[in-house]
């Protein structure tokens, strides 16, 4: 079956980085995504990774490893307002997103 | 420009009973889909439209219907509502047919059934 696993919670501090791992098992690979989805709200695209590498958007940063199945999004300079969840999602071979069940993050003072 | 829209924002049902949830986007996207999200799952797809004029089954397509009549609407419809369909509905769109496609997403509907 197809499989996207992500930490469920993780804590961390205003100003610090934080990193969330997310592996996956998927028949086929077409692209992998993360989005950020505050409480209550909608979820909202912040990265795409096709190739293996970092890529960076200010704050953000995502990794690709397509040998491993393994992604990573970094958030430096953590500021209250990154609380919310972060979802991770996997192009499969039918074109069709494969979700994680999300990964919440806590800002703390 | 508004994007997505979806009505209504929540809705109380009771079991049995049907029920439209309607999507509309001003993008000129031309994929469209319908996702469930329910506590300590990913989001599962239920149906998609990869053009106006046809549709897909997802995931979960059990006890859902869809139409693509045209470009900019894409409603969900429940025949017959069952406590197990209570969650968050969201729809999206994205441009199809490119290699990042990303898909945006409308605020969403919770819907409860008793």
């Known amino acids: 079956g197809q499989n996207i696993d992500q930490p469920t919670e993780m804590t961390a501090t205003e100003g610090a980085i934080v990193q969330i791992n997310c592996t996956y098992q998927?028949?086929?690979?077409?692209?992998l995504f993360w989005y950020q989805q505050h409480a209550g709200e909608a979820p909202t695209f912040l990265s795409y990774?096709?190739l293996d590498g970092l890529e960076e958007k200010g704050r953000f940063s995502s990794f690709l490893s397509r040998s491993k199945g393994y992604s990573y999004l970094l958030l430096k300079e953590l500021q209250m307002k990154d609380s919310a969840s972060y979802l991770c999602?996997?192009?499969?071979?039918?074109?069709?997103?494969?979700w994680g069940a999300g990964t919440k993050l806590i800002i703390k003072p | 420009t508004a994007g997505i829209t979806q009505a209504p924002t929540s809705q109380i049902l009771a079991a049995g009973r049907s029920m439209t949830l309607r999507c509309t986007q001003d993008?000129?996207?031309?994929?469209m889909y319908w996702y469930r999200q329910d506590l300590g799952l990913g989001l599962r797809l239920i149906h998609y439209?990869?053009?106006?004029?046809?549709?897909g089954k997802g995931e979960v397509p059990d006890g859902y219907s869809v139409s693509r009549a045209n470009t900019d609407d894409f409603p969900l419809t429940l025949a017959s509502a069952v406590p197990s369909q209570t969650s968050v509905y969201f729809c999206?769109?994205?441009?199809?047919?490119?290699?990042?496609?990303?898909?945006?997403f409308g605020p969403g509907t919770r819907l409860t059934v008793l």
């Open positions: 999206a769109s994205s441009e199809g047919g490119i290699s990042t496609d990303t898909q945006y």
């Open positions: 999602a996997v192009r499969d071979s039918n074109y069709q997103l494969i």
């Open positions: 439209s990869n053009t106006a004029g046809t549709t």
């Open positions: 993008m000129r996207h031309n994929a």
């Open positions: 998927t028949s086929g690979f077409n692209g």
């Open positions: 990774n096709v």
